[in-house]
Each structure stands twice: as C-alpha cells, then as structure tokens.
C-alpha cells in the first residue's frame, strides 16, 4: 500500500480567546514524506495562561475516524518534525487550557478551556488542508443580583457549583464569569444556594438546581427578591442561549442569522433587534437589513447599523402596542435563516386624563366618579389635599386648593386647577398627584401615599399647562442646599416617575407604597438619588414679571430611564403649584391648571 506524505502545519490562532489549530499537508511523495508544524499567534488573549504556555500545553490527538482507535498523541510542543499516515479517514482532537493541566481547577474565575475536532482524509497524492477550532468548552455562569437584593439583605452570598466544586458570588463577584470544567461528566448539574440576613435580622437560605448542563454554554442567573401578600420569594431567570457570550469567550467562527433580543428591549413601540453576519461571506454593511410584519406577508424594511465585527442592530420604531411581530434578516435581498417573533407591551393611558369625572364630598370635589361610564375613572386614581370620602384634608378647614375649572381648558368640559392657598399663615401647596391623601397631621402638615400600581413603561408625559404665579410670600424651610428667598417668584410643577416601592420600605400601602409626611422632611422622596425608582420626568414652570407663564401651552416631559432592565411595579404623577410646597414654602396667589394628561409611547 501506497503511503502519503502528511504535513501538519499548524497554525494556532486565537481570536477573542478562540484557539485553532491548522493541519495541511504539503507535497506530498508516492511513498513517504516530511511532516512540520508551524505556529501563529494573532490577538491571544485569556485571562489564566500566557499565549505560549496556551499553545505549548495544548494536546493534539489523531483518531481514526470511525473511533476505532487511537493514532497519534502529542503535546503540542513535542509533535516530531516528521510523522506519516496511510490513506485513510481521521479525526483531529485539540483541548487546551485548564482541562489539559495535571490536576485542573473544576471551577474557576478566569481559567477557561478549550476544545475542538475536525474530520478529515488523507487522499493519495493529494495535498491535504483541515482546520480545527477549539472552542471554549466549560459551562459558563454569570450571576446578577437585583438592586432589591442589596436593599433588603445586610448581607448575602450564592454558592454554585456541580459536584462540589463551587464558586461563591456576592457584591464584589457579581456579573463575573464563572468557568466549570464538564466534560466528561454524566448528567452535569449546577446546585445553588443563596444565603444572606435580612435587615429585620432573620436567616434567610433559599436552594435550586439547573439540570443538562452543557459544555459551552453560557447560563446567565439573575436573582431578584420581592414580597408578595407577606411571603418571601425569589425569581430566578436562566439564560441558555448558546448565542449569548462574553467579550473573551467565541464558540465559532460568526453564524450569519438573527441573534438574541432581550425582552426588556421590546417596548409599547419600538424594540431593538440584532444579528450576528459572516463579514468574510457578506462584506457590504448597507445589504444588511431588518424586515418585520405582524402578518408574515406584508413585510417593513430597516437599515441596521454595524456596532461591531460582524454584529448588526436596528430599532424598529412606530409599532402598536398589545401586538405580536414577525422579524427576519435580509442581506442584499436574501432572506437569510429563521425568523424570530416578539409581542410589544402594553400602552394603558392615564385614568381620568383630561379630569372630566368628578364627584362631590361635601363643600369640594374629588377627581373619580363611581356612576361614570369610565370604567377607570370610577375609583380613586388621583389624590388629592382637599381631602377624601373619609379622611379630612384642607377643606375641612375650609381651604380648597384643587378645583375644577370649567371656565379655563383645552379639552372638554373643564381642566383642573391647583391653587396656593394660606392657612393660619402656613403655605397650603395646591397639588394633584396618584395616590391617596392619608390624613391632617394636626394643623401643622398631611401625609400622603403616592403610586398606583403599574407596570408599563411610558417614554414621555405630554399635557396642557398654565401658570400664574408671584413672588414667594410665604417661608418655612427648603431642602438641603437650596435657598428660597422672597425676592423669587414661585415655581409650579410636574412630576412623574416610575419604580418598584416597596411598600413596606416606604411606609405606604401596596396600592400606593411611598408615605410621605410633610412634617418630616426625611420623608421626601428625592426621586433623582431613590434607588427604587427606574425612571424620571420633570417640568417646572417659573414665574416671572410678565407673568408669561399665565397661558395655555402643551408640553412633553421626556421619561429618562436609569434603568432599563426592570418593570416598573407603580408610577407616581405628582403637580404642585408650588415646587417647595411639601416645605410649605411659596406663593399663596400660585395657580397651576392642567387638562389633557396623556402618556406617550415611542
């Protein structure tokens, strides 16, 4: 039998910690030949072992293909200079890293391992050419905790392992990776357990498990702790996708398709989309594009734009709300793999925007009627001052400072107006906003409950304003750092924020969690610094001599999240028209009107 010449050039690439090993064969003889192995490095990068010691502990093994047997072994750095095979099928084996060690770390912070196989046939007289990648092959784990976690916890952990080789995260660990050697293992499984006090002082343990492990994959944990009709518990999300990785670690060479969208990044209208594409197979960025549908027939065309080597991104914008969608990837016409689908969130409007159903208690009226054909204006969504049904505010000392305006409006029968009032010489703020007014503290301030329960996530407030105002007449303290003097003119504003209170951290009720005492400062919400809330809006109307604010103008108030990987649990919409009035600070002759309150979802 005629033997060939089998020449291994080897060149090991590692890119973004992919390692690869090529094998050539080179001139080959009728009868016999020369083999030679030649190295390259390109962009080597891990975190454990040096570019060399990677390459140079590596272990090559070659297998006949059909798993009879064994040919060769070597350590990379000890392949012979020449080796000769017959004519046959064979397979190449690569494994680097940890797992090739004397006695490798099962579990580790930055110790990876790799590992990769190729199939391929010496053909006589032939040169021959097979690349082999060798991927990461450990079980990867990321564990991500809940701001709610560090907020109720005086101290906390989590352990992860398989078979007692653990890791442990906490604060400083979070969000790292974790690498587990699983290779050869029967039925792998990831135990974990979360251990921490909580502030009350009591134990708190809670233990799980992740079955079928696999080899490179990434499992992404995020543990979030919340309180639901008093019992504790916890919710725990594991990603599987074998296309979500990290910036060190590549399993292939890039996959041209559709890649992973988070699902807080499909909103009411707009969700973002992605996809992976083979630059060496589709070079032109301006081919690549998004199509969407919500029948699978009529299709809409976006440009995407290159965020990266071979990543692409578009945001689809102008979507309805409640509504399911189709997505698919084109390059230069083609559609190329699967479709995949998403539903955007719901868009529900402020209850009672435009404040058309009103109900009178006593001597002044609340912003809710229980005979309206308005199913969510038939219960109390605003709060107010005045008072309610059954706990007495500003009117029970004949002060009203919420009225409706029939004779001033932009939309139906009436707007409503919040009026600075004096009482006893104290500064009664006029003031609407979602929650409850929880009771007079004496003569001296009320407590409020802000909130209503809501999970949907606005990007805007729009609504019709005036403001008349003068000089502040009225002082009695400011926040820290702000100083109110009676040459200012007064402030009047609007306010909505949106976040996960809870209630028993705020004081307040599950309906509307956060309590507010005017009469303790301490109980103020700063909305910009509250860890609780996701996200914040604004507007602040400011007096002047002209008085130029006393006309009608439409306004939207951008909703800036400062956190986008949460559901809101309440929205708190707060208008005043006087900034400082929880300071019982400003004018007493302020009036703020509002009409046509509405959310806005892009």
């Not at 604060?171 to 039925?187: K, N």
Request: charged share 20%; hydrophobic share 35%; aromatic share 12%.
């Amino acid at each position: 039998m005629k033997k060939n010449l089998f020449f291994v050039a080897a060149s090991a690439v590692l890119v973004s910690s992919c390692f690869a090993v090529d094998v050539s064969f080179k001139s080959p003889s009728e009868e016999m030949g020369a083999l030679s192995v030649g190295v390259q490095m390109e962009d080597a990068y891990t975190k454990a072992m040096s570019e060399s010691e990677l390459l140079s502990s590596a272990k090559v093994n070659i297998y006949m293909a059909d798993f009879s047997g064994l040919v060769r072994s070597y350590t990379y750095s000890d392949i012979p200079a020449t080796i000769y095979l017959p004519v046959d099928t064979y397979r190449v084996d690569v494994e680097a890293g940890e797992c090739v060690k004397p006695a490798p770390a099962a579990a580790s912070w930055d110790q990876k391992s790799y590992k990769g196989s190729k199939e391929f046939s010496i053909v006589a007289g032939q040169n021959t050419s097979v690349q082999v990648e060798a991927k990461v092959n450990n079980a990867v784990t990321q564990i991500a905790f809940a701001p709610s976690v560090a907020e109720n916890f005086s101290d906390y952990s989590l352990s992860i392992g398989i078979d007692a080789n653990d890791l442990v995260y906490d604060a400083t660990t979070a969000g790292q990776s974790g690498y587990f050697i699983v290779d050869g293992l029967v039925d792998p499984s990831f135990s974990w357990t979360f251990t921490g006090t909580l502030n009350s002082g009591d134990a708190f343990t809670k233990s799980g498990t992740v079955d079928n492990v696999e080899p490179g994959k990434l499992y992404k944990m995020s543990f979030k702790y919340t309180l639901k009709d008093g019992d504790l518990t916890f919710e725990l999300l594991v990603d599987y996708g074998t296309d979500v990785f990290d910036d060190t670690i590549i399993f292939e060479p890039v996959s041209t398709g559709l890649a992973s969208t988070s699902r807080y990044e499909v909103w009411a209208a707009h969700a973002s989309v992605y996809a992976d594409v083979d630059e060496s197979e589709y070079s032109d960025p301006s081919a690549v594009k998004f199509e969407y549908s919500t029948d699978g027939s009529n299709w809409i065309s976006v440009n995407s734009t290159r965020t990266s080597e071979g990543s692409y991104k578009a945001v689809l914008t102008g979507l309805t709300p409640s509504t399911s969608y189709t997505y698919r990837l084109v390059i230069a016409g083609e559609v190329i793999g699967d479709v995949k689908d998403f539903t955007t969130e719901d868009a529900p409007a402020v209850p009672n925007g435009s404040f058309e159903n009103v109900s009178k208690v006593g001597d002044y009226y609340v912003w809710f009627d229980p005979s309206s054909s308005d199913a969510a204006s038939q219960n109390m969504w605003w709060g107010s001052g005045n008072g309610t049904s059954d706990v007495a505010g500003s009117a029970s000392m004949g002060i009203v400072i919420t009225v409706p305006d029939e004779s001033s409006k932009m939309d139906g029968a009436r707007s409503v107006c919040l009026q600075s009032r004096s009482i006893i010489g104290m500064l009664a703020a006029g003031n609407l906003f979602s929650g409850k007014f929880m009771g007079l503290v004496g003569t001296s301030g009320g407590r409020v409950a802000f909130g209503r329960p809501w999970t949907a996530r606005p990007t805007a407030l729009k609504c019709w304003v005036k403001y008349s105002t003068s000089k502040v007449n009225i002082i009695k303290s400011a926040p820290a750092g702000v100083t109110v003097t009676k040459n200012d003119y007064d402030k009047g504003m609007v306010r909505v924020a949106l976040g996960t209170w809870d209630y028993k951290q705020y004081g307040g009720t599950k309906e509307s969690p956060i309590l507010v005492n005017t009469t303790v400062p301490s109980t103020i919400i700063d909305f910009a610094n509250d860890p609780s809330t996701i996200a914040l809006g604004e507007a602040v109307f400011v007096g002047d001599e002209s008085n130029s604010t006393n006309v009608w103008k439409e306004i939207t108030i951008p909703i800036v999240y400062s956190n986008e990987n949460e559901y809101p649990t309440h929205i708190v919409i707060s208008c005043a028209s006087s900034y400082y009035g929880d300071y019982f600070t400003g004018s007493d002759s302020s009036k703020l009107w509002i009409d046509k309150m509405e959310l806005i979802y892009e």
